[in-house]
């Protein structure tokens, strides 16, 4: 299970961190990506990591703003949100995808951003 926690109300310019708790599973066999829909919008990819941790990516909308990283010991990553824009104002899941195949298969609840302008 993934359990997504962290959102919540901000102002443009703050800064949000969201968590990704991984439960019945390890990290190491898997790669863990944030996506993010807004209303009326397709769900979109953010940011992913790698077990190696080496291995990253960002969409280009959130590029130098959004910065993912693990804590393996909890199990956990973590999309530390700066500089926030009322256009990253979304519902934020995480989901988990093994490595050698292709689909994430593996969803967390979201958690609502919301950025006020």
């Known amino acids: 299970q993934l359990q997504a926690s962290g959102g919540g109300l901000v102002q443009a310019g703050g800064s949000l961190r969201l968590s990704c708790a991984a439960s019945?599973?390890?990290?190491?066999?898997?790669?863990i990506g944030w996506f993010r829909q807004a209303p009326g919008q397709e769900r979109e990819g953010v940011s992913c990591?790698?077990?190696?941790?080496?291995?990253?990516y960002y969409a280009d909308s959130v590029k130098g703003r959004f910065t993912i990283s693990s804590d393996k010991a909890k199990n956990t990553v973590y999309l530390q949100m700066y500089s926030l824009k009322p256009e990253d104002t979304a519902v934020y899941y995480c989901?988990?995808?093994?490595?050698?195949?292709?689909?994430?298969?593996?969803w967390g609840q979201g958690t609502l951003v919301t950025v006020s302008s």
């Open positions: 019945g599973f390890t990290f190491d066999d898997y790669v």
């Open positions: 990591i790698s077990r190696s941790d080496r291995d990253t």
């Open positions: 989901a988990a995808r093994r490595l050698g195949t292709d689909d994430f298969a593996y």
